[in-house]
C-alpha cells in the first residue's frame, strides 16, 4: 500500500535562511507526487507537483525515485512562507486519482 | 470558474446525535468528490469519495456514511456521533476522468472545511 511520511512535524528557520521539509514515499507503481499548503485560515491548496516541474513562490521540488523522496525547498524563507506543508502521493484508479497525504509540516518563519 | 462551499463552519454536538455536513461544488459538472479527516497530528485521511451520483467508495470502516444525492452535492452523515469523530472535515473535488483516458491523477480542490467537536 502507498504510504507518505514527513519525518518533520514542527520546522522553524529564520528569514532569508534555506528551508526544506522532508517528504519519503512508498508506492510500488509510478509516483505523481504534489505539495499542498494550507496558511492560516485559508483552504488547503496545491502548492506544486512534480510533473509541472515548475517553481511556486519561490518553492521547488525533485522527485528522487532512488531515495523515494520528493523534498520541498526553498533557498530563502520569508515570513509569509509560514504555513502548513503536506506532501500527498497520488494514485490513478480506474475511476478518479486518490490522494495519500502525509501527516504535514508546520513551518514557521521567524522574522 | 469552480468554488466548493462547506456548511457549517463549525458545529458541536453531543455524543450520539445525528450528523449531516453538506458539500457542493459550483462550476463543473460531474467532479469527483471527496471527503477528508484531518486530524491532530494525524494528517488528512481520505474517508469517502465519489465518481458520480449514488455511487460511494468508503476507504476506512468507520461511524461515518457518505451520499451523493446530486451531481455536485456530497453529503457526510452519521446517525449517532462519538467522540472520536471529532475532527476537521475537508470536502474536494478533482475533474472527472475522461472515456479512454490513459491513467487520471488530477488535481483536487479542496473546500474551507467544517471543525466538529463532540462532546
Known amino acids: 500500500a502507498q504510504r507518505v511520511t514527513q519525518p518533520e512535524k514542527l520546522l522553524s528557520v529564520f528569514k532569508g535562511a534555506p528551508v526544506e521539509l522532508k517528504c519519503n514515499y512508498s508506492?510500488?507503481?509510478?509516483?505523481?507526487l504534489f505539495w499542498y499548503v494550507q496558511y492560516s485560515r485559508q483552504r488547503l491548496q496545491l502548492l506544486l507537483r512534480?510533473?509541472s516541474r515548475e517553481s511556486i513562490k519561490g518553492f521547488t521540488a525533485d522527485l528522487n525515485k532512488g531515495e523515494t523522496s520528493f523534498h520541498l525547498k526553498k533557498p530563502f524563507a520569508q515570513e509569509e512562507d509560514s504555513a502548513m506543508y503536506y506532501c500527498?502521493?497520488?494514485?490513478?484508479?480506474?475511476?478518479?486519482?486518490?490522494?495519500?497525504f502525509g501527516e504535514g509540516t508546520q513551518l514557521t518563519v521567524n522574522p | 470558474s469552480q468554488t466548493i462551499h462547506q456548511w457549517p463552519a463549525t458545529l458541536v454536538q453531543p455524543v450520539g446525535s445525528p450528523l449531516s455536513l453538506e458539500c457542493t461544488v459550483e462550476?463543473?459538472?460531474?467532479?469527483?468528490l471527496y471527503w477528508y479527516r484531518q486530524a491532530a497530528g494525524r494528517g488528512l485521511q481520505l474517508l469517502f469519495y465519489s465518481v458520480g451520483i449514488g455511487q460511494i467508495s468508503s476507504e476506512v470502516p468507520q461511524n461515518l456514511s457518505a451520499s451523493r444525492p446530486q451531481d455536485r452535492q456530497f453529503i457526510l452523515s452519521s446517525k449517532k456521533l462519538l467522540l472520536s469523530d471529532s475532527g476537521f472535515y475537508l470536502c474536494a473535488w478533482s475533474g472527472p476522468k475522461l472515456v479512454g483516458q490513459q491513467g487520471y491523477q488530477e488535481t483536487q480542490y479542496f473546500g474551507p472545511g467544517t471543525r466538529l467537536l463532540v462532546l
Open positions: 512534480h510533473i
Open positions: 508506492y510500488s507503481g509510478s509516483p505523481e
Open positions: 500527498a502521493l497520488s494514485t490513478p484508479s480506474v475511476s478518479g486519482s486518490r490522494l495519500t
Open positions: 462550476g463543473t459538472s460531474n467532479p469527483n
